[in-house]
């Protein structure tokens, strides 16, 4: 079986041209009569509060019709509309500036050198740790995007595709470090996200299921020539591995026009993963397909006990050691608050 996300099966809405943010405008920049003072801090990121950030939402016409909602609705019952607008139109305002100005700076560059070098697609890196909200950070800004004139085709692959099978981690002694740089083919996530960047007409990626928590040999994901890849991942910002020789070569960062990583205080994302846990207890686990099928049986107590003994021996070790130093890396970060409502937004100045 094959996913086609190319065929785009969510026409826009048509709302017509959107009103660009101009700099010196944004509701956060003060005044005209009044400016702000320069903001002197030598922070590489200029950071928004939420209601900083929130308010740009007024200078965008609102994109989303009821189907838009309910398509949204599908993506996390716990993600709040309210989240969508306030936070994540303004994102994908943001990012849409961002592919223009790539777009314009092709054609100067084309002009410049008497070439005609095709666009590529705009490539989006989205960090984090397990359970931070990646997934459903990535769906939502795929659906968002999608309404920008600029971006109509947007398709999304996450490097869980890239683990190896479990059959191969186990001969490597990696069941116990899934999610950790070294249970993943690197080589073949680098080498998918060349090809989508460079142009290739199709590319194809393997696919997992977290049903069955090992990749699905029969099943893959295939990348069309979109004018947006979102690549979402735990490691997504990793820098390239040191050779034997002291060299180094590429990083998957250095195939990204944008990066985002979703942050929040470890003690809030443990939450999250025992609660999903829970959920899935209730729900996907009862399956027999399901790798964790046995949990089903689980009391809540005993539950709550596993999914906090797996995040403290696997995923809490990940993130301190392999995913929150790569947090400065990202153009953009997220900082959410206990209930997944953003608090804060840091974009990078330089
Ligand atoms: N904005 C949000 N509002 C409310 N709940 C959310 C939001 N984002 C994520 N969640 C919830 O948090 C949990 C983790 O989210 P998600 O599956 O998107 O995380 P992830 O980072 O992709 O995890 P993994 O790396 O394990 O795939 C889910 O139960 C999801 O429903
Ligand atoms: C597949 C990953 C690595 C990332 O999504 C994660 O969901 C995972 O399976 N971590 C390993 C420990 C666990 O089962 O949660």
New binding site residues.
Partial sequence: MSEHPSEDPHPRASTGPLPALVAGTAPWAGSPSKPEPPNTSHSPFAELDRQAWARLADTIEQPLNQDDVDRLRGIGEHLSLNEVEQIYLPLSRLLSIYVESAAQLRSAANEFLGEQTLRTPFVIGVAGS?AVGKSTTARVLQEMLRRWPSTPRVELVTT?GF?YPNAELQRRGLMDR??FPE?YDRRALLRMVSEVKSGKPEVRAPW?S?LV?DIVPDREVVIRQPDVLIVEG?NVLQPARVREDGTTGLALSDFFDFSIYVDAKPKHIEQW?VDRFMRWRDGAFANPESYFHQYSFLDDEQAQARATD?WSR??GPNLRANIAPTRSRARLVMAKGEDHSVSRVLLRKV
């Fill in positions: 397990v869980d683990l899934k999610g249970a997992y977290h928590y735990l993963y797996i696997i995923n």
